[in-house]
């Protein structure tokens, strides 16, 4: 198998096309497309701000004055009502949260609309009308100021409806939400155990409205996008350049001469798998490396960083191996190479549009990128950006094993196709 691997790599390296391709133009791109884009990073990336439907079940006047008739019938003297009902009216979860969604910074992102009952809302939600409905309960206040000031009871959940649950902006409704109660609830517990020393909630509401990155990483440059998008998108041409070179060796009997010295099919086969592997993650390893040695690219990460990096590149460069095997069997078998054409010209194109490798296609729908983290380059380039953005290996582990996977899926089929009796 190894003067097989060998053959391929030094066909290639001799090949000017194949070089070309699978080096030089990727890295043009790569210059092409940072420097022109060189203001652009991936925060500069905006949505338009979307609807969102508030349905709020009371108001502070109302809940006022519930509350005092539960202190009262309750057995709390009348002055201790007066004092609660008086620290109460500074501390409204319910207006604070209608007044972090009506904040500038808010508003840039989303825009709060209010609806009178909760079927209104739901009917504009079903007909697309609105991103989620926030449902502030009736009692809400009431609950939350019997378990803050009497340690009574449990306070009511706010309520959010949305289509999509994955979808971004269910991710910034659900963030603002979260942070608002996180923060509620610290301030509250420090202003009651300096006495109502600490400012309360409703003092920096402005905090509440920030969207921030999650993560302490630097934001993913135009260079760093492009060196990810052009690496996974020409990668893919490892496959179908290996594998039309397995046509002409048997169209010219090289393959029926090493069937006839003793070499098993499957070895073939594999060697085309490994030969795809190295020469993909070479590829690799040196588009990454002169990126970052000329461009900075990826100047200042860790160490740990680097092998993470290095390991899902060696998952990727796998199953572009096993694309090459499959391409292989396939070319054998139908004794045409219109598989490998077709797989250049248009499979490639396809995957790296809807894969992101041109622009970010979150942009575009969030079914388009949840479709392109199927494609092998797709996943894998969300964990290069993942990578990039501080996650740790452990956490775009579910992207690496359905790429394991979607290469054992390819590996068999071609084991499968392969001619293992006709050889010419």
Known sequence: MFQLIKKDTLILLRSRSDLTELLFMPFILIAILGLALGNLSMTDFNINAFPVAVVYEGNIEQSLENWAVEL????YPEEAVS???????????????????????IQEWMTAESFATVESAETALDAGDVAGVIII????????????????????????????????????????????????????????????????????????????????ASPITSFQYYTIGMGVMFALYTAPALASRAFHEKKQHVFGRLMISGTKPLTYLGSKLVSGTIITFIQLVILFGLSTLIFGTFRGYSTRFWIDLGMVSFVF???VGSITSLLTSLSLYSNSESSSSFFGGVVITLFAFIGGSFTPV?????????????????????SYMQLMQGFNLFEVAPLIIRVAGMTVILLAVSVILFPKRRLD
């Open 83 to 105: 004092a609660l009902v008086t620290q109460a009216e500074e501390i409204a979860p319910g207006e604070q949260i209608n007044s972090i969604l009506a904040s500038e910074d």
């Open 137 to 216: 309960p009736e009692g809400f206040n009431e609950a939350v100021w019997s378990a803050l000031f009497l340690d009574e009871g449990d306070a009511l959940p706010l309520t959010l409806e949305v289509q999509n649950i994955d979808s971004v902006t269910s991710d910034i409704i659900r963030s603002v939400l979260t942070t608002y109660a996180n923060q509620f609830n610290l301030e509250a517990s420090i202003a009651l155990a300096s006495e109502g020393e600490a400012e309360t909630a409703d003092q920096q509401q402005d905090s509440y409205g920030e969207v921030t990155n999650l993560t302490a």
């Open 362 to 382: 979150e942009q575009f729908s969030e079914s388009l990128r949840t479709l392109g983290n199927w494609t092998p380059n797709g996943a894998m380039m969300t």
């Open 72 to 75: 009262r019938e309750s057995d």
């Open 317 to 319: 460069s796998l199953v």
